[in-house]
Structure formats: C-alpha cells, structure tokens
C-alpha cells in the first residue's frame, strides 16, 4: 500500500517541459527587439534598399519602412522640410529679392533726380544769359522736367512757322536734351480760347498741334537725337496755366511745352500737370 501511495504521488508531479518553447520565443523577441533597435541607427541608403527589399518581398506599396521620417545617419536625425518651412523659406528669397529691387530703384531715382537738376541749371543759365526770362521757363516735378516757352517767342500772331531768330532756341534745347537720350520727350502747344478759322487752321485744335509739330521738327534736326522718343500733342485752349479773362492771362496760355518725363516716378509724391481749365 505505501509503494502505491508513492508511486501516485511521483505521478502527479507537474511536467515542466513547456519551459523550453517560452524560454526560445523569449530568445526570439528579444533578438528581435536587438534588430529594431540597430535598424533604428543604420545608414540612410541601407535603409532604403531594406525597406525596398521588404515592399518586393511582401508585395506591398508602402509602409513604415518607406518613410524619411524614420531614418537617421549616426546621431543626426534626417527629417523632410515641413511645407510650412518651404513656404517661409520662398518668402525670405522674395523679400530679399524685392529688397534688392528697391534698393536698384532708389539709386536709379537718385541719379535720374541728379541728371534732371543739372539739365535744369544748364537751361536756367541759358535763359538768364540770353535775356529770355520772360519767354521761357523751367519747372521740376515728381514726374517730369518742363520746358515752358511762350508762343511770341516762336511764333508769329496765328502762325505755326518758327521764327528764324527762336531756331536756336530750338537747337540749344535739341543739344540740351542729346545728352540724355533716354527720356520720352512729349511736346505739346496751347492756346487761348480765343477762336481761330483761318485756309490754314480752322480750330485752335489745328494751330496748337501744329505748332507743336513744327517746333518737334527742329528739335529732330539734331540728327544725335532718337525720333521714337519724342511726340507732338495739341491741347487747344483746354489746358489753361491762367484765366484767359485778360490780356496777360491769354498771352500765358499761349504756349509751347517741352517735357522730359522721368523713367522712375515716386508714385506717392506725384505731381500731375493740372488738368482742370482755370479760366
């Protein structure tokens, strides 16, 4: 009977062979752990190719493999820029772009400012010297330099035929402006509102653009000065510098002018030639 006893005993003892498989799947996880944590420092172009032999293998379009976002060299991280990033990165280079523009601009402004004033002066002197105070006149705005010229300094009372004493006039002003040959150069006539119907002229309109015209035509004689710069306009009596009331009023509306508009205009101090009749 206690032989039996014992021999149950030693049948009911528990079986620890299970051991053996739980201490191999531990081996298998953590040698799995150790691959993961080395992959999470390989180089970025063996990384790729693993990550395209695992999408062959499996047959699949992409996975966490195939992100940047997960690779690192060494102890550096490589990570894509954010759009945002991209985004800000553009608007630096255009603010340093249109900072670069400006700054061009404002010495093109400076220097054209610089020519401008010197063309003036030498126009002014040439008026005093020649006793012309009272015929011609300069002016110096934000969007041009004009040359104003009463029309009995060129012109005889309804005629659109220069003078032959104002020629030079015309040719030193011709001079005057080869130097800078850029500029668009419009010359316009005026006139008063007094009314004109003549063979040759039948409206102000006619004699304003002709005088105009005639007056281009010496300035081109200058065989140094480009055509395509310059154009004639005839205003008539509608764009008055006084009241045409009286008779010193009507003689400063009669005229010819001759302005060289600025290629660099400061749009906030803009000065326009008034428009409006006066009188």
């Given at each position: 009977m206690?032989?039996k006893?014992?021999?149950?005993v030693?049948e009911?003892?528990?079986?620890?062979?299970?051991?053996?498989?739980y201490?191999?799947?531990l081996?298998?996880?953590?040698?799995?752990?150790?691959?993961?944590?080395?992959m999470s420092?390989v180089d970025a172009?063996k990384?790729?190719?693993?990550?395209q032999a695992?999408s062959l293998?499996?047959?699949?379009?992409?996975?966490?493999?195939?992100?940047?976002?997960?690779v690192?060299?060494?102890d550096?991280?490589?990570?894509p820029?954010?759009?945002?990033?991209?985004?800000e990165?553009?608007?630096?280079?255009?603010?340093d772009k249109?900072?670069?523009?400006?700054?061009?601009?404002?010495?093109?402004?400076?220097k054209?400012?610089a020519?401008?004033?010197?063309?003036?002066k030498q126009l002014?002197?040439?008026?005093?010297?020649n006793?012309?105070?009272?015929?011609l006149a300069?002016?110096?705005?934000?969007?041009?330099?004009?040359?104003?010229?009463?029309d009995?300094?060129?012109f005889?009372?309804?005629?659109?035929?220069?003078k032959p004493e104002?020629?030079e006039l015309?040719?030193?002003?011709?001079?005057?402006?080869?130097?800078y040959?850029?500029?668009?150069?419009?010359?316009s006539?005026?006139?008063?509102?007094?009314?004109?119907s003549?063979s040759e002229?039948?409206?102000?309109?006619?004699?304003?653009?002709?005088?105009?015209?005639?007056?281009?035509?010496i300035?081109l004689e200058?065989?140094?000065i480009?055509p395509?710069?310059?154009?004639?306009?005839?205003?008539?009596?509608?764009r008055?510098v006084?009241s045409?009331?009286?008779?010193?009023g009507r003689?400063?509306?009669?005229?010819?002018?001759v302005?060289i508009?600025r290629k660099?205009?400061d749009q906030?101090?803009?000065q326009?030639?008034?428009a409006?009749?006066k009188g």
């Open positions: 206690s032989n006893r014992r021999h149950e030693h009911e003892h528990m079986d620890e062979s299970w051991l053996i498989p201490a191999d799947i081996t298998l996880l953590l040698a799995l752990f150790i691959v993961l944590y080395s420092s172009k990384f790729e190719e693993l990550s695992f293998a499996l047959n699949s379009g992409s996975g966490v493999l195939d992100s940047p976002a997960a690192r060299t060494g550096s991280e490589e990570l820029k954010d759009h945002s990033t991209m985004e990165d553009g608007k630096d280079k255009d603010k249109e900072k670069d523009t400006q700054t061009l601009r404002a010495e093109l402004m400076k054209e400012q020519d401008l004033e010197k063309l003036k002014d002197q040439y008026i005093k010297k006793g012309l105070t009272t015929e300069t002016k110096l705005n934000q969007s041009q330099l004009m040359i104003t010229i009463s009995n300094a060129l005889a009372s309804g005629s659109s035929s220069v104002s020629r015309a040719a030193f002003i011709g001079t005057m402006l080869q130097q040959p850029d500029y668009e150069i419009i010359v006539g005026h006139t008063d509102n007094q009314a004109i003549t002229f039948k409206s102000n309109w006619d004699l304003s653009s002709s005088r105009a015209i005639r007056f281009m035509d300035l200058n065989k140094s480009k395509a710069r310059f154009s004639a306009i005839g205003y008539g009596e509608y008055p006084d045409n009331s009286s008779d010193v003689s400063k509306n009669r005229r010819v002018e302005s508009i660099y205009v906030e101090n803009m326009q030639i008034p409006t009749p």
